[in-house]
């Protein structure tokens, strides 16, 4: 079992930048492809990132492509998101998640453990 634990959420202007982080409680974090996640209110959970194992590769949807980066520090069990050039479609609750499996998906069905999510809410 891994514990994830989001933080760094919270209302900010649009354009701004914020940084999520989730902690992870597993020793073993570096074995565990890293993905970030949201759901807006009435929405379905839509993949935002992913990162490797190792933190070599990345994986992002299109709609943040330039403007988030997933980062990862194994010896810190901690995954990280830097968004900038938040936009009001940001908005939304942002969960973590961990993949054993080792490969960058954007489907829920692929990731094992989940965070309770941290609200970001983008006004104008």
């Known amino acids: 079992q891994v514990q994830l634990e989001e933080s760094g959420g919270g209302l900010v202007q649009a354009g701004d930048s914020l940084r999520l982080s989730c902690a992870a409680s597993?020793?073993?974090?570096?074995?565990?492809?890293m993905a970030w996640f949201r759901q807006a209110p009435g929405k379905e959970r839509e993949f935002v990132a992913a990162i490797s194992r190792s933190g070599a590769g990345t994986y992002y949807t299109d709609s943040v492509k330039g403007r988030f980066t997933i980062t990862r520090d194994n010896a810190k069990n901690t995954v990280w998101l830097q968004m900038n050039s938040l936009k009001l479609e940001d908005t939304a609750v942002y969960s973590c998640?961990?993949?054993?499996?080792?490969?960058?998906?954007?489907?829920?069905?692929?990731?094992?453990?989940w965070g309770q999510g941290t609200q970001v809410t983008v006004s104008s």
């Open positions: 597993a020793l073993t974090f570096s074995m565990y492809v």
């Open positions: 998640a961990a993949d054993y499996r080792g490969t960058l998906s954007q489907s829920v069905e692929n990731y094992d453990y």
